[in-house]
C-alpha cells in the first residue's frame, strides 16, 4: 500500500515557519536536524502520521510557484478542522491574519490564513 509519508510547503524562513506551525498552529517538531547551513524540519498534528517538511523557498523554482500561488489567491496546502469557527477566534485571538473569513462552500466552511511565511493555507471543516 503507498500512502503520503511527507509533503512540503515552501517557506521564506524555516526557523520563523517553524515557530508558527508549531507555536500557533500547534504541530508537533518531528525532525530538525542541522545540515551545516541549511535546516531540515519537519511538523505534523498530534496523532497524525504525515509530515509536513518546511523547505526553504528561495530557489528559483520555488519563489515562482509561490508567487503565482499567491498572486492568485490560492492555498499551498489544506488542514482540516473540527471546530473551524473556534479556530478562526482563537487563531484571530493570536494576531493570525485571514485573508477569508470562514465561509461556506457547498460541503464544507473554510477560511484562509497567511503563514507569515509566503503562503496562504486554507483551514476546511466539513458540514453536516
Given at each position: ?112 490564513l497567511d503563514d507569515t511565511v509566503g503562503n ?9
Amino acid at each position: 500500500m503507498i500512502r503520503i509519508a511527507m509533503t512540503s510547503v515552501y517557506v521564506d524562513d524555516e526557523e520563523k515557519a517553524h515557530a508558527f506551525y508549531r507555536d500557533v498552529l500547534g504541530f508537533e517538531t518531528r525532525t530538525d536536524l542541522d545540515l551545516g547551513g541549511a535546516r531540515f524540519i519537519t511538523v505534523a498534528a498530534p496523532g497524525q502520521d504525515v509530515e509536513l517538511l518546511l523547505e526553504p523557498g528561495d530557489s528559483p523554482v520555488a519563489e515562482q510557484y509561490r508567487k503565482g500561488l499567491r498572486e492568485a489567491g490560492l492555498p499551498c496546502i489544506v488542514l482540516g478542522v473540527d471546530d473551524l469557527r473556534a479556530e478562526y477566534e482563537r487563531l484571530s485571538g493570536l494576531g493570525v491574519t485571514f485573508t477569508e473569513p470562514p465561509t461556506e462552500q457547498g460541503p464544507l466552511l473554510t477560511a484562509v490564513l497567511d503563514d507569515t511565511v509566503g503562503n496562504l493555507i486554507q483551514l476546511a471543516q466539513p458540514l453536516g
